[in-house]
């Protein structure tokens, strides 16, 4: 059963920056995609970031130019790296990976928390 940890959430002040983790265990299989999502209160579970093979990557047009995404080229960890976060993007952090077969796996969140 692939398990995913995340780490690195906490409380930081506006304009600060974060760096969360994220590793699969469980398998040695590669992920096709991982990435991270996030929910607020109130709100929907919305993507972040997303990276695949090449690496490709996506994000979301909220964090563009503040959240970079990267993965580690040999393991199977991904991490996001948060610049210049605002109050809006407080929030639970999700870990996702997808595998063969549209298997997809989530982590059990981590908190962020942008205020003074």
């Known amino acids: 059963q692939v398990q995913l940890a995340e780490s690195g959430g906490g409380l930081v002040q506006p304009g600060g920056s974060l760096r969360l983790s994220c590793s699969a265990s469980?398998?040695?299989?590669?992920?096709?995609?991982m990435g991270w999502y996030r929910q607020a209160p109130g709100k929907e579970r919305e993507l972040v970031a997303t990276i695949v093979h090449g690496p490709y990557t996506n994000y979301a047009e909220s964090v563009k130019g503040r959240f970079a995404i990267s993965k580690h080229l040999t393991k199977n960890e991904v991490y996001l790296q948060m610049n210049s976060l605002t109050p809006e993007d407080t929030a639970v952090y999700y870990c996702?990976?997808?595998?063969?077969?549209?298997?997809?796996?989530w982590g059990q969140g981590t908190q962020v928390t942008v205020d003074q």
């Open positions: 469980g398998t040695h299989l590669i992920p096709n995609v």
């Open positions: 996702y990976a997808r595998y063969a077969y549209s298997r997809e796996y």
